[in-house]
């Protein structure tokens, strides 16, 4: 059974930075495209897109609200994803959650990814 696990969340003030990681067990982690999604508050239903990187960690792609902000980058020997996050804004706010696709895919499509972490809390300040 594949267990992702996020961390680094927590509040920043605006223009603030924070890495999250997301550590895997349980499968072959440098098999998989892995990927970062959010929910705002009172959205929950909804995950919206932030960066995906492949399983080599050879591409990567940002969602336009995030791009040249966030950066996201892999560990293949940690088993660990990171999502490195500059210049927050308070419309970052949002539960954080990784995915794992083992189809490798490369989406933006949340109901492509088999295994989900249960998210990390950031709240950005004004």
């Known amino acids: 059974q594949v267990q992702l696990v996020e961390s680094g969340g927590g509040l920043v003030q605006a223009g603030g930075s924070l890495r999250l990681s997301c550590a895997t067990t349980?499968?072959?982690?440098?098999?998989?495209?892995m990927a970062w999604f959010r929910q705002a508050s009172g959205k929950e239903r909804e995950f919206e897109f932030v960066s995906v990187i492949s399983w080599s960690g050879g591409r990567i792609y940002h969602a336009d609200s995030v791009k040249g902000r966030f950066t996201i980058s892999r560990d293949n020997a940690k088993n660990t994803m990171y999502l490195q996050m500059n210049s927050l804004k308070p419309e970052d706010t949002a539960v954080y959650v990784c995915?794992?696709?083992?189809?490798?895919?490369?989406?933006?499509?949340?109901?492509?990814?088999?295994?989900w972490g249960q998210g990390t809390q950031v709240t950005v300040s004004s």
């Open positions: 349980g499968g072959t982690f440098s098999t998989y495209d």
């Open positions: 995915a794992a696709d083992f189809n490798r895919r490369f989406s933006v499509v949340a109901r492509d990814y088999d295994y």
